[in-house]
């Protein structure tokens, strides 16, 4: 993404958060990333990609998260398990899966499963009054 990595310095700048925040632009599904991190936000992300890749996505990003770290996944595309609600993100997921090649909206249950396998616990979903969802969880 970038395109995405100066409309994201300019908010880090604005926050005067330049030497509390790194960006880092990779691929997170193939790259190997450098460094560890304390936390990785990761925002409108795993929707716009197959669930392999999602799956993928979230171990290769968990290896650069230290011990105690915590990962956040904010987004629309946060399903309830039963995949039928929020009624909203369940028209968001229309979209999703006419735009993107094999992005969708995934389960929270999903999101769940994968951070197990990546080594994270703590898992918390917090869903926003926008619609949106901010799922928390922390490296073991």
Known sequence: MPAVTPVTRQYI????AEKR?????AD???DQISGTYDAVVMTAFLQVLSQ???RRAVKNISRVINPGGDIYIRGYGILDNSR??????????LVF????????AYAEEEHKDWLEEAGFDNFKRTVMPDGSSIIT????
């Not at 925040?21 to 632009?25: P, S």
């Not at 899966?97 to 969708?104: S, T």
């Open 13 to 16: 700048k604005k926050a005067n």
């Open 21 to 25: 925040v790194k960006i880092l632009t």
């Open 97 to 104: 899966i006419n735009v993107y090649e094999e992005g969708q």
């Open 137 to 140: 969880a922390r490296k073991i």
């Open 84 to 93: 039928i609600s929020p009624q909203k993100l369940v028209a968001f997921n």
């Open 52 to 54: 392999a890749d999602a």
């Open 28 to 30: 997170a599904v193939n």
